[in-house]
Structure formats: structure tokens, C-alpha cells
């Protein structure tokens, strides 16, 4: 019965992840099926989208003795905190001794999935499925670039086209003037590109901001600003990338929040309706 | 309701949409059987409605894999969401109760005929029922209703069970 494995898969893909994590024992077949990299995404499409409530809650949490950030999972239902073995494996360059720890960042969820990586650029960014302990690791944008020395900032931002592909995009935005960096990934294609842009020399941009809720899983989001002279504060704006037509897109803020002086006055969160 | 149209002698005029509507076609079971089904509820399977269009075989269309039974079921559903009139409400009454009956392997034969007839609102309720039953059971549970021999040690297993403890946590009774 159901000896057909897409159906199969197909119909587990429908579990929530405790089940899952019991039923990857019932034969070994079925291990290989949940551990798999696609049936993450069709987990995702099919349990994470139609999952009406939060039901596990993340902790990321940095090892002063082994000098790297674990992750771990507990699920409401569950009376303990589960640590996920896989995640605190090394996958992630290890922070070395005397560095801050916090050159590290986190972006997500969006539909079950984080994104994990540091701030240089020649390191790898991880794709995580935290719940069943599944990490894509994205190859290293091999795009030259002659500004190295450039003191500059990296934003990460992921999410799926209409074709359900997976794309990160990567800011590099300068220090000093000049016109940001923007490199794009797609999945389906396995390769980095160069992408032409509309941002401009001057603006800065600041903390990714997540969706209120999966399904705007299309749209990248930060909180950008302008500097203006000292005494004007800042132009502040949501930046947008979409992921369809790989475009840039701005909008305005009310404008009361330009009197903000610094950035870190601002905060912005999407609301539901 | 539409009032029904009456020609001029008093006769109920079917509307020629309507008449579309409800031309029929035979769906032919992999044992033989032939079931009629009206052109408006067969085009809800995406696969038939493309056969449809490549009018194959004169208005009967062979499905080799899948059974008789499976498939009255399969044009039950089809002829209740083709059903003028009926809300989305009734809809979704009419599934509950229609899946409700089912066993696994029943469900099993009906998801595998709703993914080869492409016809996603079966295939999704069919897998989440499926998944409601089985989601709080054990693993002896889920071998014994889909017939699966454990291919597992028994140390390989209780390594397993040791380690990710909290997913054996709240697991419903084989009892039932």
C-alpha cells in the first residue's frame, strides 16, 4: 500500500514535525525520505503553509567553550527543550577565539526556513530547516569584486519566486559612498549573478525585517535610510526586494520618522489586515 | 435559483450553457467498468480535461490505473463539486462525511487516483485525512496499518528513540 514514493512522500510532507521525528524509525525508507532536502521544501508547502499557528519556538544561543552558536528547537506540545543534534555541528565557520560572536546573523523564518550568516563576504550563507534538522549550504558567490578593502556591511534577504525557486539576495553596502553590491542566488540554477540596480550611492540600510506572516515569502524587507546633512536626520524607507522580477522597490514611511536622529530610533514590523 | 426558462408551449428549455454542461462522457475503470459522468464534473480532474481536449478515444477515456471502486468514488466527488447550487459550505460537508468512512487503504487508493487525475482538492483532503489519523499513533501502529516491515535493529531503534525522546512524548494508545 502507498508503495508509490512521491504519493508517499507527498502524504508525509502533511505531518507535523514531532510525528516526523518519530516516524523516521517506522522503516528505513522512510528516513531517507524526511531527511531529504526535497521533502523539506514539500513539508513546507504543505504542512508549514497551512499551519495556522506557531508551534515550536527557535533559541540561538552562543558556546564560549567551543566558540559557536547552537541552535535549538522546543516544541509547545513537548515538555522538554530538543536540542537537534545536526544544527550545532559545524556548519558554519567556527567564530574564532577573541572574536565577537555576534558577527553572525539570523534572517527568518519564512516558511519554516532560516538563513544563517556572517558578515564578510567570502563565507558561506546556510539555508536551515531547523524543526527536521536540514541545512542547505550555498556556494561561495565566486563574482570577483577589486573593491575587497572596502569597509562595507552584508544584508541577506531569501524567499521564492512564483516557480516556488528558492533565491537569497546579498547587499554589500559600502562604508563610504558608492554604489551598493547586489548579488543574487537562485536555486534552481545553483549559480550567483550580478544584479543591476536602482539603489542609490547613499543609502544605507538596516536590520531585514520579517513578513507578519508566510505567504509574502516572495518579498525581501530592510529598513533603509538616507543620511541627510547633521542637522536634517535621515530620510528613513522600507526597502523591498521582490523575488519575481528581481527589482528593487521603495516605500515611504510616514514623516514624522525622519526627525528620528539615528537609525537604531526606528523600528518597523509589518502588521496583519 | 435561476427561474427555469419555459418555450412558448410551456416546456422547460435547457439554457445551451447548460446543455454543455451536462453532455456526457465515459470513464473506463482498469477492470473494465464504465462509468458515465457529465463533461462540466469530469473537467475538474486537470489530466481528463486535457484528454478531453485532445479528444481521445470518442467520448470514452481509458484509465488503466485505477480501479472500478476507486473510481466511483473518485466521480461521486467530482459530480458533488460540479453540482450547481452548491455552496462552499455544503462542499466541505459533503467531503468531511465522504472521507469520513474510509480506511487507509481505501484513502490510499483514492489519493493515488486524485494525483493521477490531477485533481488537487481531493489529493490535499485526502492526504490531511490521512495524516489526522496517523499523526498521534505509534510507529508499531503506522507499520501494522500500512503493512511495513521494520528494516531497524532493534538497537539502531531505541538509539534513535533515545535521542529524539520528546517525539514519543503524548503518543496515543494502539488500543483504538
Not at chain 2, 107 to 129: E, K, P, S, T
Request: aromatic share 10%; proline share 3%; hydrophobic share 35%.
Amino acid at each position: 500500500m502507498c508503495n508509490n514514493g512521491d504519493i508517499l512522500s507527498e502524504i508525509l510532507s502533511y505531518l507535523p514535525v514531532k510525528s516526523l521525528w518519530r516516524f523516521k524509525t517506522v522503516v528505513k525508507s522512510w528516513q531517507d525520505i524526511i531527511g531529504s532536502w526535497a521533502f523539506v521544501k514539500l513539508h513546507q508547502e504543505n504542512y508549514c503553509n497551512n499551519c495556522s499557528n506557531d508551534k515550536g519556538i527557535l533559541v540561538q544561543v552562543y558556546d564560549g567553550t567551543t566558540y559557536k552558536w547552537k541552535l535549538l528547537t522546543k516544541y509547545i506540545d513537548c515538555s522538554k527543550l530538543c536540542r537537534q543534534s545536526m544544527l550545532d555541528a559545524d556548519f558554519m565557520e567556527p567564530i574564532r577565539r577573541n572574536e565577537i560572536p555576534f558577527y553572525q546573523r539570523m534572517v527568518g523564518p519564512i516558511d519554516c526556513l532560516i538563513c544563517i550568516h556572517r558578515i564578510d563576504r567570502n563565507t558561506v550563507i546556510a539555508l536551515c530547516n531547523p524543526s527536521l534538522a536540514r541545512t542547505l549550504f550555498l556556494p561561495i558567490s565566486p563574482i570577483s569584486w577589486n573593491r575587497n578593502s572596502d569597509a562595507y556591511q552584508r544584508y541577506v534577504g531569501f524567499g521564492f519566486d512564483i516557480h516556488k525557486d528558492l533565491k537569497v539576495v546579498q547587499l554589500f553596502i559600502l562604508d563610504y559612498d558608492g554604489k551598493p553590491r547586489v548579488e543574487i542566488y537562485s536555486q534552481s540554477t545553483n549559480t550567483w549573478k550580478e544584479l543591476d540596480h536602482e539603489i542609490h550611492n547613499d543609502m544605507h540600510v538596516k536590520n531585514s525585517i520579517m513578513p507578519y506572516k508566510n505567504g509574502s515569502s516572495s518579498f525581501s524587507h530592510w529598513l533603509a535610510f538616507k543620511q541627510l546633512r547633521q542637522t536634517d536626520g535621515a530620510n528613513y524607507s522600507l526597502l523591498s526586494f521582490n523575488m519575481q522580477n528581481e527589482v528593487f522597490e521603495r516605500t515611504s514611511v510616514p514623516h514624522c520618522v525622519h526627525d528620528a536622529e539615528y537609525e537604531r530610533q526606528v523600528k518597523l514590523r509589518f502588521l496583519a489586515g | 435559483m435561476a427561474p427555469k426558462n419555459k418555450n412558448p408551449n410551456g416546456e422547460n428549455v435547457v439554457p445551451e450553457v447548460q446543455q454543455k454542461k451536462t453532455q456526457a462522457l465515459i470513464l473506463k475503470s482498469s477492470d473494465g467498468e464504465e462509468f458515465s459522468i457529465s463533461k462540466s464534473a469530469a473537467g475538474l480532474s486537470v489530466a481528463i480535461k486535457n484528454m478531453m481536449e485532445d479528444d481521445c478515444a470518442g467520448g470514452v477515456i481509458p484509465l488503466p490505473l485505477v480501479d472500478g471502486g476507486t473510481l466511483a468514488r473518485v466521480i461521486t466527488y467530482l459530480n458533488k463539486h460540479a453540482e450547481d447550487g452548491a455552496s462552499d459550505e455544503d462542499k466541505r460537508k459533503f467531503d468531511e462525511e465522504f472521507l469520513s468512512g474510509m480506511e487507509v487503504d481505501v484513502l490510499c487508493d483514492v489519493a493515488l487516483a486524485g494525483n493521477y487525475l490531477d485533481i488537487r482538492g481531493l489529493f490535499h483532503d485526502v492526504c490531511q485525512r490521512i495524516v489526522n489519523g496517523m499523526k498521534n499513533k505509534s510507529v508499531e501502529w503506522v507499520r501494522k496499518t500500512f503493512r511495513i516491515e521494520s528494516d531497524f535493529t532493534a538497537e539502531e531503534e531505541e538509539q534513535i528513540k533515545k535521542e529524539y525522546a520528546w517525539a514519543w512524548e503524548g503518543v496515543d494508545s494502539d488500543a483504538d
